[in-house]
């Protein structure tokens, strides 16, 4: 069983940053694949980003040159970096990993006012 806690949510003006952290209970060396996806009400959840074991990445193209994805495996942490946020960005953002089957978070609220 593994649990991922994020933290790092908040409320935020437009144009500011916000940097989510995401901690897992085990060791995320040999996980391939983590990524932080993202809900807001009446919509479905969607992937903001991925980052592989090896460092590569892959952004959802709305958040672009404004996200930056980031992992720590010595310390069982994923980050999420955001700059520049909108009003559209507000979500609650969740971080996932599949180790024999997917794993979520509980998910922490970022809203953005205009």
């Known amino acids: 069983q593994v649990q991922l806690v994020e933290s790092g949510g908040g409320l935020v003006q437009a144009g500011g940053s916000l940097r989510l952290s995401c901690a897992a209970s085990?060791?995320?060396?040999?996980?391939?694949?983590m990524g932080w996806y993202r809900q807001a009400p009446g919509n479905q959840r969607e992937l903001v980003a991925t980052?592989?074991?090896?460092?590569?990445?892959n952004y959802a193209d709305s958040v672009k040159g404004r996200f930056t994805i980031s992992r720590e495996n010595a310390k069982n942490m994923m980050y999420l970096q955001m700059n520049s946020l909108k009003p559209e960005d507000t979500a609650v953002y969740y971080c996932n990993l599949y180790y024999y089957r997917p794993y979520w978070g509980q998910g922490t609220q970022v809203t953005v006012s205009s």
């Open positions: 085990t060791s995320i060396a040999s996980i391939s694949t």
């Open positions: 980052i592989t074991s090896i460092g590569s990445t």
